[in-house]
Every structure is written in structure tokens, then in C-alpha cells.
């Protein structure tokens, strides 16, 4: 039962630098979503996907890229890394375009941008 | 675009009491879901009740009930019987039918049960 899994869980970068912060579901759930967590603040959605291919912006998208070539898994680049982007991130999923449907989440990758 | 208030930064409860946590949205469609997810320190987010708006009735699971006056845009969340496990960080969403891509957050109730 891993569910909707994030890694790294922690991670430092330098000013300008990139990575890629990785999600993977086992659920078979069409839809993806990134969303950030910043300290006093609810989740902001970033990009989301409704299926393999198929990406959009979310409230939050600049500074961030993603793509979704499987329907597991749904990479977040971050482009030259700004302190703003120090936050936590977590990647949801959801199994249909019901809107009652609960989102999975993981369990958060929090970044700090020095 | 929708926003979603939730007016207490904080809240205190003594064990086996209740407490009821406070949310208002701002809309100006008709058909939408309402969400309470708690966060405890694993940072996991679990959802506790959710609603839709269509329904009259209020939502319960087990302690856990909202208040839901549509008119109003509110949504409450009632505590029944605290444990210390319910202390966490408590959000409120909104969910648009229409556009349900896009599910917006408050900024969220921390909770803290004392014993």
C-alpha cells in the first residue's frame, strides 16, 4: 500500500541551482497535482495533470516545469532555484474527475533555497 | 476565484471536549464540495469529512461533524469528544464542480489538545 510516494524528503540547494523533485503513484489515478506549503499558509497549487501527457498551471506555476509521460509519475523541475521557493512541496492524486473525490497526498519534500 | 478564510490561527481543547473550528469561502458558483483535512506533525495530510453542497444535510464521520450553512458560506468543523491524536493543523478546502482541477486551501487551525 505505498500510495503516493515523494522523494527526496529534505533537501538544501544553492541559489540558481535545479532539480527535479520526484512523485509516483501505484493507484492507477488519472489525476496529479503539486502543490506548496508555505509556513503559516495552506496548499497552493502549482501544475497539475488529469492524465499521461496532459499537464496544466495551477494558481503558483512560475519558476516550475512539469511533465507527465506515465500515468505513474509526475516529476516537479525547479529552473534555477529562488529563496521563494523554499517551501514544502507535496505531490496528490485523485482517481476521477468526480470533485468529492478525495486527494492522496505524499508525505512532503521540504526545500530550503540558500 | 474562490478563497477560503479560516479565521482562528489557533485553537486549544481539553481532552473529551469539544471544539468547533471555523471556515468561510468566497463563491459565486452553486455546486461545489467542501473538504476538512488534518495535518498532524508527519506532515501527511488526511482527510477528515468532506461535503457536498448540494446536500442538505450535514456530514458526519464518527466525532467529527460539520455545520454547513450555505447561504452563509460557512463550513465549521465540530470536535466531539477530543483525543490527543485530533491535535494537528486543520485546513479547510473548496472544491469547485465545474473546475475541479483546482482545489483551494485556507491557511489553517492549528490545534493543540491538552490533557
Known amino acids: 500500500n505505498a500510495g503516493v510516494t515523494q522523494t527526496p524528503k529534505f533537501r538544501i540547494l544553492k541559489i540558481g541551482q535545479s532539480m527535479t523533485l520526484q512523485c509516483a503513484q501505484d493507484?492507477?489515478?488519472?489525476?496529479m497535482y503539486w502543490y506548496r506549503q508555505d509556513p503559516g499558509m495552506g496548499l497552493k497549487l502549482i501544475y497539475y495533470s488529469v492524465g499521461a501527457g496532459i499537464t496544466d498551471k495551477g494558481e503558483v506555476p512560475n519558476g516550475y516545469n512539469v511533465s507527465r509521460s506515465t500515468t505513474e509519475d509526475f516529476p516537479l523541475r525547479l529552473e534555477l532555484a529562488a529563496p521563494s521557493q523554499t517551501s514544502v512541496y507535496f505531490c496528490a492524486s485523485s482517481s476521477s474527475r468526480t470533485g468529492n473525490e478525495k486527494l492522496f497526498f505524499g508525505s512532503g519534500t521540504q526545500l530550503s533555497v540558500l | 476565484a474562490q478563497t477560503v478564510t479560516q479565521s482562528q490561527p489557533e485553537m486549544s481543547v481539553q481532552e473529551a471536549e469539544t471544539v468547533t473550528l471555523s471556515c468561510t469561502y468566497d463563491?459565486?458558483?452553486?455546486?461545489?464540495?467542501l473538504f476538512w483535512y488534518k495535518q498532524p506533525p508527519s506532515r501527511q495530510m488526511i482527510l477528515v469529512i468532506r461535503?457536498?453542497?448540494?446536500?442538505?444535510q450535514n456530514a458526519t464521520e464518527n466525532r467529527f461533524s460539520v455545520n454547513f450553512q450555505k447561504a452563509a458560506k460557512s463550513f465549521s468543523l465540530k470536535i466531539s469528544d477530543s483525543q490527543l491524536g485530533d491535535a494537528a493543523m486543520y485546513f479547510c478546502a473548496y472544491r469547485s464542480a465545474s473546475k475541479n482541477n483546482d482545489m483551494r486551501f485556507g491557511a489553517g487551525t492549528r490545534l493543540t489538545v491538552k490533557p
Open positions: 493507484m492507477n489515478h488519472n489525476y
Open positions: 461535503q457536498e453542497a448540494y446536500k442538505q
Open positions: 463563491t459565486s458558483e452553486s455546486d461545489y464540495y
